[in-house]
Nanobody, 123 residues
Framework: QVQLVESGGGLVQAGGSLRLSCAAS????????MGWFRRVPGKERDFVSA????????YVADSVKGRFTISRDNAKNTVYLQMNSLLPEDTAVYYC????????????????WGQGTQVTVSS
């Protein structure tokens, strides 16, 4: 019964920045492994970034390494994705993801999904 709600998407020019937020609600929500995935038309939902329960372990996809940073504020039950130096190929629907048992490195690790938020990067 965990709910994840994304916000912060929008339209930005190439080279710009956005910060996505994912607010989690539910019992012991701070104990969930969290992450971000994205989907573009005609492709599968791809891994973007993940963070452990404590925030001490993070992973980012090679395609966004050095540009995107994941973080969390467990006191606020919120996970963030700071996206800098955005490229047109970053255009996608971004989904927040959570798991009670494992880092969310692939779609099969995910127990809970957010509704998605659109990010569009213009050239």
């Amino acid at each position: 019964q965990v709910q994840l709600v994304e916000s912060g998407g929008g339209l930005v020019q190439a080279g710009g920045s956005l910060r996505l937020s994912c607010a989690a609600s539910g019992r012991t929500s701070s104990r969930y492994h969290m992450g971000w995935f994205r989907r573009v038309p005609g492709k599968e939902r791809d891994f973007v970034s993940a963070i452990s329960r404590s925030g001490g372990t993070t992973y980012v996809a090679d395609s966004v390494k050095g540009r995107f940073t994941i973080s969390r504020d467990n006191a606020k039950n919120t996970v963030y994705l700071q996206m800098n130096s955005l490229l047109p190929e970053d255009t996608a629907v971004y989904y927040c993801a959570g798991s009670t048992t494992a880092l969310v490195r692939g779609v099969h690790d995910v127990e809970y999904w957010g509704q998605g938020t659109q990010v569009t990067v213009s050239s």
